[in-house]
């Protein structure tokens, strides 16, 4: 039973897609491994097809989950697991800022949800589970089934919705 959030990793992907990848850091990069990272875009001025962390919001796009630190050096080539949308199927730690009420709900299956980084973790914020603020990119398959239903920093299964997977684009 998890008594700490876990860090986030991909459960299941489809043999015969791409799954890993390296991109250049952006500078002063600070991501660490099993947080989404995403490749800047012309608007990111400076860091266009730069790997940079994900700040999470609105519209935020997704290219993978970092599978190393960042160097902090930049341009150093970093690997990454692509995430691809609707297929790539990810464990995540349910995270609420009331470690109480962080559990698992099999109500959430079927929803959307937002995340956010906590610890250097990207996790699944329960207490958006549902919402419509336009934050929530996650869409919740299940349960993982190492941990009980109602477990403190249980892990959900997800995917990232299209518009927000860089690789969909």
Known sequence: MPSAIQRM??????????????FPESASCTFKAGEFVR????????????????????NELIMGIAAADASGTTNALCPVQLI???????????????????VTAQTAVGKVASWSTQSNKSVLNVADIG???????????????????GTSYGRYIVTVNSANCQISR
Do not use: N
Not at 9 to 22: A, I, K, R, Y
Not at 86 to 96: N, Q, V
Not at 134 to 149: M, N, R
């Open 9 to 22: 990793e991909v459960f299941q992907s489809v043999p015969g897609l791409q799954d890993m990848d390296s």
């Open 39 to 58: 490749v800047g875009v012309a608007a990111d001025t400076g860091k266009d097809g730069q790997l940079m962390a994900c700040a999470g919001g609105t």
């Open 84 to 102: 691809y949308p609707g297929i790539t199927k990810l464990r995540i730690s349910a995270y609420h800022v009331t470690p109480g009420s962080a």
């Open 131 to 149: 919402g419509s603020s336009g934050d929530e990119i996650l869409a919740i398959q299940g349960i993982d089934s190492a941990w009980a239903v």
